[in-house]
């Protein structure tokens, strides 16, 4: 069966340090998606991409994030100056279609010293 | 503010018992409705889902959702659990049909006692 597969699976980084977080989606799927989990939170979505743009973005996604899709395959997620508070579980999801299940891969651990 | 809750923060339980976890949510209009789980040291798995239709749905594993408009509910029941029903178990909900995002809940911890 198809997976998400994410990597690497535990990042450790310095603040202020830029990160990227690499996820290969389903490949078939069309739409594209980061959430991220702080330790004792809420799963909260961070943006969904289709057709090469954001399609939606959360409070969370500011300027020191950004997304892209370099090679038709690999879906990646930037922090451009990591801070403490990034420190989460990142997890990339794909869909087929936009009401479709999305699927998730395993999550990238990204701790910030 | 819009939100997805769910009741019990950590269950234990012995094979055999039944399981129920509440979840309810507070957005207005159609939706879309999920459960999710996650094994220990895996991602997270769709167990089912509801759309539209019959608003009880089966699932995998022999887990059963009921979506109840008027209660703004998704409840997810399984008649007798298994020890390998350790898990933790999110209920999601899509607000809209122009919405991407699943909204998640708090995510539930199930102990299942051999």
């Known amino acids: 069966e198809p997976e998400v597969t994410q990597t690497p699976s535990h990042q450790v980084t310095q603040m202020g340090q830029e990160v990227i977080l690499h996820c290969v989606p389903i490949s078939n799927h069309l739409y594209f998606y980061w959430y991220r989990q702080i330790l004792g939170q809420k799963v909260e979505f961070l943006v969904s991409f289709y057709n090469n743009e954001i399609s939606e973005k959360s409070e969370i996604f500011d300027d020191q994030f950004s997304v892209e899709r370099p090679d038709g395959s690999n879906f990646t997620l930037k922090i451009r100056s990591t801070k403490l508070e990034d420190s989460a579980m990142y997890f990339c999801?794909?869909?087929?279609?936009?009401?479709?299940?999305?699927?998730f891969g395993p999550g990238t651990r990204l701790t910030v010293l | 503010a819009q939100s997805v809750s769910q009741h019990n923060h950590h269950v234990i339980l012995s094979e055999a018992a039944s399981l129920e976890l509440g979840c309810n949510y507070s957005y207005g209009g159609t939706v879309n409705l999920f459960w999710y789980v996650q094994y220990p040291g895996q991602h997270l798995q769709l167990l089912l889902k509801y759309f539209s239709g019959d608003p009880l749905v089966k699932g995998i594993k022999g887990f059963e959702a009921e979506f109840i408009k008027s209660k703004f509910s998704f409840n997810l029941r399984k008649p007798s659990v298994q020890w390998s029903d350790t898990a933790e178990y999110f209920c999601a909900v899509i607000p809209s049909s122009n919405d991407y995002k699943l909204s998640f809940g708090a995510g539930t911890t199930v102990t299942v006692r051999a």
């Open positions: 999801a794909s869909s087929a279609n936009r009401e479709d299940t999305q699927y």
